[in-house]
């Protein structure tokens, strides 16, 4: 099956820095998305981005799907930004998740 | 709307004994999804719904595991018979469309089979 690899596995950030979050896949793929789980477990949808650029506020998302590789922008970090960050890819009817990237951010 | 509802909250069971999850999705959300998460496997897709009708169940891991959507605003996800390593994280999400519009989850159901 298609493998779905994310970097760094953890990050460490002072509030107010930025960030970038990598998801890499192994075959093509029909979407992608980011979802955030804060640490109390709620898990978000951020972004369906099968290709191109997305912005939502401080957060914003790139995929380049011909590279195989989704990026994820988090500006002006805020401790709310803690958590995990998942990616997940569709290849054909299957979903696969990343094993996410664990974001700390101090004040 | 008050979001995704699930059922119960935490559940601790002995192993053999049957388990039934609940999720109420948004009021008309076309699609519903149960995923499962774990520290070993991480997240995974169980099984959609489109319409009250399962599309893709092959994330389901055996033949205990069952999901049913007898309507619109209900679905039951039941482990016949539970067995320890069944112990999870269970959301339950909902969405109008399927992977183009956001997902909004449940709070999860944390179990434990002892």
């Known amino acids: 099956g298609i493998q779905v690899e994310q970097s760094p596995p953890d990050l460490i950030l002072q509030e107010g820095a930025n960030s970038t979050l990598r998801c890499n896949f192994s075959d093509s793929v029909n979407n992608l998305q980011w979802f955030h789980q804060n640490p109390w477990g709620q898990l978000i949808n951020l972004f369906y981005?099968?290709?191109g650029t997305k912005q939502n506020g401080r957060l914003s998302a790139t995929t380049v799907a011909t590279e195989r590789y989704s990026l994820l922008y988090i500006s002006s970090s805020q401790t709310t930004d803690s958590g995990v960050y998942f990616c997940a890819v569709t290849s054909g009817s299957r979903l696969t998740f990343g094993e996410g990237t664990q974001l700390t951010v101090n004040p | 709307d008050a979001g995704v509802i699930q059922s119960p909250r935490h559940e601790v069971t002995e192993m053999g004994q049957e388990v039934t999850l609940r999720c109420k999705p948004i009021?008309?959300?076309?699609?519903l999804f149960w995923y499962r998460q774990t520290m070993m496997r991480g997240l995974e897709l169980l099984i959609y719904f489109n319409n009250n009708v399962p599309i893709d169940d092959s994330g389901m891991p055996e033949d205990r595991f069952s999901a049913k959507m007898p309507n619109a605003s209900f679905s039951t996800l039941k482990i016949q018979p539970s067995e320890p390593r069944d112990s999870a994280v269970y959301f339950c999400?909902?969405?109008?469309?399927?992977?183009?519009?956001?997902?909004?989850f449940g709070p999860g159901t944390r179990l434990t089979v002892l």
């Open positions: 009021s008309g959300h076309d699609y």
């Open positions: 999400a909902s969405s109008f469309r399927l992977y183009t519009d956001t997902q909004y």
């Open positions: 981005i099968p290709s």
